[in-house]
């Protein structure tokens, strides 16, 4: 599980649009990968309109945001479609980007286990080395928070 100070796993993934995004590529620039469990369940859905709210502010603080969940590029379409997201969402249908960023976690819930996203948050710097870490997110104040971490950087 990568951590603060190290150099984020790179990828390439497709995002909704119908482009490829690298994040080596994106190097010279901050770049936020919100990590989510999937698209059109309640939480899910309130940090993806909230940091669609606020990716103006992000682009003026000369950040990148992306959103990433195992939601095939068809799911993320309709996602996008019906709640008038701005945040380009990634697919990794295959699981190696949630694998190397450590958010694919056993879960419990209601004393059944399963696998699936952890809500998490990484802040990767220009430099291409995490800034920081948010694990086990809740919603309600992220996307404020993520965001002064952007300023301060």
């Known amino acids: 599980m990568p951590d603060i100070a190290d150099t984020a796993p790179d990828f390439t993934l497709p995002v909704t649009g119908g482009d490829t995004v690298t994040l080596s590529a994106l190097q010279g620039a901050p770049v936020v990968l919100f990590f989510y469990p999937r698209d059109d369940t309640p939480g899910c859905t ?10 103006a502010e992000f682009e003026a603080a000369g950040a990148k945001v992306f959103g990433i969940s195992r939601d095939s590029m ?3 379409d309709k996602f996008t479609a019906k709640h008038d997201l701005t945040v380009p969402l990634l697919s990794d249908e295959d699981g190696v980007v949630t694998e190397a960023y450590g958010v694919w976690v056993e879960k419990n819930m209601y004393g059944k286990k399963s696998m699936g996203i952890e809500r998490a948050t990484y802040l990767i710097g220009a430099d291409g080395k995490i800034a920081q870490v948010w694990r086990k997110v809740k919603v309600a104040g992220h996307v404020d928070a993520v965001l002064d971490a952007v300023r301060a950087l």
């Open 46 to 55: 309130t940090e993806s309109i909230g940091f669609s709210q606020s990716l």
């Open 74 to 76: 068809a799911k993320h």
